[in-house]
């Protein structure tokens, strides 16, 4: 039996919890202000700080697979403890992995994070398009089968992602807005919001000339430590703002290990998006 679709449970979490996404970001640099080593010990004391600080109220946690997997299976335990862990205290969980091959291979990176029951299955998968938006089709369907959601690469924050995404392409239109329409099919008629959302920077400025309104949620990197903030949401999303869940990692995390501390940076962070998003 598949899960209510990751839309709505992403609505509702967002609703209540407020709407906000932490990465789980074990990088060596953090571990050491930590004070942990770089270490398995070290990445198993973070992971498990941030789920016990933070996945009983934020609405969704992220972690970055490629923190965990450069530790071999060990790390891979450790990954796949903190989302069962995460899960079972009632945050989503969207697995940062940007995945993206083409047929068999992408069937199989879809069974690994999307298939229920899986040890790594998550409630959402970020993926890359960039081999064509169709070969993310075995991902789509199971995504759609088991109930989970895929957050596609758009319009990145990073300055390199501009040569490809706002390439023109022969009918005019660039890449990332592609991207963009093929989300908005993907989401059509689903209520109260689609599953299948788009990667879109904080720090872009003004997108008024993209169509950000896929029905479909707006994973926005770039609050805090890259230096956007709440206030910023309106001007970049516009009237797409109300499904954008910003994406916090070092503005929350450098808080710890202080439990405390990183829940009440995540609780200003929260209260600081929905009064802006309320306001817009």
Sequence with gaps: MSLEPFGARLRRAMDERGPLCVGIDPHASLLADWGLGDDIAGLERFSRTVVEALAGRVAVLKPQSAFFERFGSRGIAVLERSVEEAREA??????????GDIGSTMAAYAETFLRK????F????????????GSLKPAVELARESGAGLFVLALTSNPEGGEV????????????????????????????LGSFGAVVGATLGDLSSYDLEINGPLLAPGIGAQGATAADLAGVFGAAVRNVVPNVSRGVLRHGPDVLALRESADRFAEEIRSAVEAA
């Design 117 to 120: 029951g899986a040890p790594l």
């Design 122 to 133: 998550s409630d959402a998968l970020t993926v890359s398009p960039y081999l064509g938006y």
């Design 165 to 192: 995404q706002h390439a023109v392409r022969g009918d005019g239109r660039t890449v990332g807005a592609t991207v963009l329409a093929h989300l908005a099919a993907e989401n059509a008629a689903e209520s109260p």
């Design 90 to 99: 009632g945050a989503l969980v969207v697995m940062d992995a940007k995945r």
